[in-house]
């Protein structure tokens, strides 16, 4: 086939346009085959939402205008799959029963040691040219890594018709990331509209599994608690009858770093994301980083309401953190 190149080496070429969105456009249309380097095999922390990451890829092929990836990591944002996946799983044996934020904790200890899928890519979008989150999702299915484990994803796609079928065994988590309308809409273009991931998120606790929802990145747009309350209303409708439902929530809120916004005006020059740091409140890392979030003022009434709305309108929800 034409479209599919063999390399002798590690180095993409022909990705550079003649301005840094049609660079973009190339990269976001490349899906490159390697293998993860030793530095990608080592599973990280990363809280709060699992004790580790294990990367099954690198680069996502949605077009979200606010993506976290923009900044964090380099280069064109080709998608690079990793091909020894079996080196990549065995972190996961490496580290079950090691961990601070589920395992051994009074609020998540249930989950056992959890293993984040979807740091650094949306799996799901890419399943069906890789077939790696499926395979990941079978062997922790089978009792392979122990019974102590949870894989956990986020998706913005909805084509779960393999998933269904696998033998899960409860041990996979799948959250949809969800938002209200307006902000899907606008600013998260090629990807599964909201009516359709939640359809998915129906389909995949009706087979059985743990699923959640990743309520990001929030905004408080005009109008937002109205918009908001319909995609939590909508949400409730979609498992109102499903039995046994196992279903939390993250909640996070919008934020860009001075890197991100530049790299995100470069592939997307027009948007109308807000992005104002005179009206946003600087945040530092413990390594001096910074961040820019919304005043504490506005989040507070956002945690407020959000916190009072979800335990209204889907009060079987564990709140796993807001941030």
């Not at 989040?299 to 079987?316: D, K």
Request: hydrophobic letters at 35%.
């Amino acid at each position: 086939m034409s479209d599919i190149r063999y390399l002798s080496g590690d180095r993409l070429t022909g990705l550079q346009g003649a301005t840094e969105r049609e660079t973009y456009a190339r990269a976001k249309s490349t899906l490159a085959v390697v293998v993860a380097p030793p530095s990608a095999l080592k599973p990280q922390p990363i809280p709060p939402s699992a004790d580790w990451r294990i990367d099954l890829a690198r680069g996502c092929p949605a077009h979200c205008q606010y993506c976290y990836l923009a900044g964090s990591l380099s280069g064109p944002p080709i998608t690079r799959v990793y091909a020894n996946l079996d080196d990549v799983l065995a972190g996961i044996s490496s580290h079950t029963g090691r961990g601070s934020i589920t395992t051994g904790t009074q609020a998540r200890g249930h989950e056992g040691t959890t293993f984040e899928l979807s740091c650094y890519t949306d799996p799901l979008g890419i399943e069906h040219v890789t077939g790696s989150l499926g395979t990941a999702i079978a062997r922790a299915g089978s009792g392979e890594f122990g019974p102590d484990v949870q894989l956990r994803f986020t998706t913005k796609f909805d084509d779960v018709t393999e998933l269904i079928q696998i033998p899960h065994g409860g041990r996979t988590r799948v959250r949809f990331s969800v938002n209200a309308a307006e902000v899907a809409d606008r600013f998260e273009g090629g990807t599964a509209r909201m009516p359709a991931r939640l359809v998915a998120l129906r389909a995949m606790a009706l087979a059985g599994y743990p699923v959640g929802l990743t309520i990001a990145p929030i905004m408080p747009v005009p109008g937002w608690q109205e918009s908001y309350g319909r995609l939590l209303t909508d949400v409730a409708a979609a498992v109102a009858d499903v039995p046994d439902l196992d279903l939390t929530a993250e909640i996070i809120t919008h934020r860009f770093t001075p890197a991100s916004k530049e790299v995100l005006l470069g592939w997307y020059p027009r948007t109308r994301l807000e992005m104002d740091e005179d009206s946003r409140t600087q945040k530092r890392s413990k390594f001096g980083g910074v961040k820019y979030v919304y005043p504490r003022e506005t989040m507070a009434v956002m945690r407020q309401w959000f916190t009072a709305e979800l335990g209204r309108t889907l009060p079987s929800a564990q709140l796993l953190y807001w941030t």
